[in-house]
Each structure stands twice: as structure tokens, then as C-alpha cells.
């Protein structure tokens, strides 16, 4: 089993759309979870860490469910600016991030 | 926010020489640094961890002598691609934390994509 595994997608929707994604990663240890957001040749940007509570910013919902061990996205109200590859990250010691291979997502008009 | 900083952005070498790639925090201090390479559509991965004034820890698989990690101050660490041949284009991305991030937050850098004719 991969040690984080995304959706690779695409994921297609039209403006306006509710879309989420889910992330499983394989280390019960691991501590910190982030989602980053990638533009295409570009290096990634956090988009936000996901806490065991759950985190919003904005449009953006992330949450965290460690007996599954996944990690989730939604994104509310999608824009065509949120196309974009959305990668996971999983620390598996201090700042040492494994990422997911990164769900693409395309919002169409 | 914190910024890395990554140069030169887009290289274009023959096969067989050595290409340079500089990594540096611009408002921070780094005790470590990383360094991922990520091919067309596939994930980050990990190659080595810079470690100021040590050896670069490498992750299993790649080659130590051909990717050379140098680290000698808080602000900069080096990937020299040595003898580099087509199938070491990719993209190689630094990164670094501040440290001060209670959850290890990394920055990245821009990204150096390298191609070798």
C-alpha cells in the first residue's frame, strides 16, 4: 500500500459545484496533514493543514478521520480558478512531507 | 508568509554535463532543507533532506554520487545534477521550514524544471 494515495481524477465539474476529495495515507503515525494546491508547472502552495477538528477557510473544508485514516477536501461553490492538481501531505517526521500523487480538478463554465 | 527562493528556474543542458540548482531562504533561517524532483503528472518525491554543516540524507534509491547536496549556511543549499542524461528531466522543487511552524509547515521554493538534450 502507497504511503498516501489520492484520486488522481479528473474531476470535472461546472462552476458553482460542490466537489470534495479524499485522501488515505498508510502511516498511523503519521502527525500533520496538509492539502496543497498545484497550478500546472508550478510549485505547490499550501492551500491549508488539516486538523483532527476540522478546519474552513472560506469555500474550503478540510477534515481529518484517523481510525480510516484519510484525509478530506470539499470545496464549496467551486470557480473556474480553482482548476488546479490538489495534492495531500503527510509528515512522517518533523517537515518530512510524503505527498499523494494529486486529484486534478477542472471547473467548466 | 515565508519565502524560498529557487534558481535558475528553467535549465537546458547536454547530456553528460553537471548542472547547478540554489535553494535559498530569503527570510529565514534552515537548518534543513528538501528536495523533491517530480515527473510529468506523477507525485513529489522526496530525494534528499539538506542538513546544514552535515551530509544530505538521501532517500532510498537515489544516488548520492550523482546528486550532489550541499548545505553550507542557514540561507542556502545546492542539487548539482552530475553527468546529467535525458531521463533526469524533471522538475526539482526545493523546500524549507521556518521552524517556527508548530506543525511543520514547508515553503517552496519555484521549482527548477531541467532538461537534458
Known amino acids: 500500500r502507497k504511503e498516501v494515495e489520492q484520486d488522481p481524477g479528473p474531476f470535472n465539474v461546472p462552476e458553482g459545484a460542490t466537489v470534495a476529495f479524499n485522501c488515505t495515507y498508510s502511516?498511523?503515525?503519521?502527525?500533520?496533514f496538509f492539502w496543497y494546491r498545484q497550478d500546472c508547472r508550478k510549485e505547490p502552495k499550501l492551500l491549508m493543514s488539516v486538523y483532527s477538528s476540522g478546519n474552513e477557510d472560506g469555500r474550503f473544508t478540510a477534515q481529518l478521520n484517523r481510525a480510516s485514516q484519510y484525509i478530506s477536501l470539499l470545496i464549496r461553490d467551486s470557480k473556474l480558478s480553482d482548476s488546479a492538481t490538489y495534492l495531500c501531505?503527510?509528515?512522517?517526521?518533523?517537515?518530512?512531507?510524503?505527498f499523494g500523487k494529486g486529484t486534478m480538478l477542472l471547473v467548466s463554465p | 508568509g515565508a519565502v524560498v527562493s529557487q534558481h535558475p528556474s528553467r535549465v537546458i543542458c547536454k547530456s553528460g554535463t553537471s548542472v547547478k540548482i540554489e535553494c535559498r531562504s530569503l527570510?529565514?533561517?534552515?537548518?534543513?532543507m528538501f528536495w523533491y524532483r517530480q515527473f510529468p503528472k506523477q507525485s513529489l518525491m522526496l530525494m534528499a533532506t539538506?542538513?546544514?554543516?552535515?551530509?544530505?540524507?538521501?532517500e532510498q534509491g537515489v544516488e548520492k554520487d550523482k546528486f550532489l547536496i550541499n548545505h553550507a549556511s542557514l540561507t542556502l543549499s545546492t542539487l548539482t545534477v552530475t553527468s546529467a542524461h535525458p531521463e533526469d528531466s524533471s522538475f526539482y522543487i526545493c523546500?524549507?521550514?521556518?521552524?517556527?511552524?508548530?506543525?511543520?509547515?514547508?515553503?517552496f521554493g519555484e521549482g527548477s524544471r531541467l532538461t537534458v538534450l
Open positions: 502511516n498511523s503515525a503519521s502527525q500533520s
Open positions: 501531505a503527510v509528515t512522517r517526521g518533523y517537515s518530512t512531507l510524503t
Open positions: 539538506s542538513n546544514e554543516g552535515s551530509k544530505a540524507t538521501y
Open positions: 527570510d529565514f533561517q534552515a537548518t534543513t
Open positions: 523546500s524549507a521550514s521556518p521552524g517556527t511552524s508548530p506543525s511543520g509547515e514547508l515553503f
